[in-house]
């Protein structure tokens, strides 16, 4: 199960919901963007850094993503 965690600022996280689409981009493949849901939402703030930690699940993965990869992931509209 891959997933990635990327930190939201907290101001943001508001407008996430488990469930919700996202899409990931992973530096060592430019030219592909997976699709992944919202699996986990911290339930503390990093108070030093002002953001939510937030887990998302790749839906479509393949075996050349590695862990510990550098990504962006893009928050779609609300899950359903």
């Not at 919700?20 to 030093?48: C, F, H, K, L, M």
């Not at 479509?60 to 899950?79: C, E, I």
């Amino acid at each position: 199960d891959l997933r990635v965690v990327v930190d939201v600022h907290e101001t943001d996280v508001a407008r996430l919901s488990l469930g919700q689409p996202a899409s990931v981009a992973v530096d060592s493949a430019p030219d592909r963007t997976y699709e992944g849901r919202v699996a986990a939402i911290a339930p503390r703030a990093d108070r030093q850094k002002g953001t939510v930690s937030v887990k998302v699940a790749f839906l479509d993965a393949d075996p050349s993503l590695r862990a510990d990869a550098s990504a962006r992931v893009r928050f779609q509209g609300r899950a359903r």
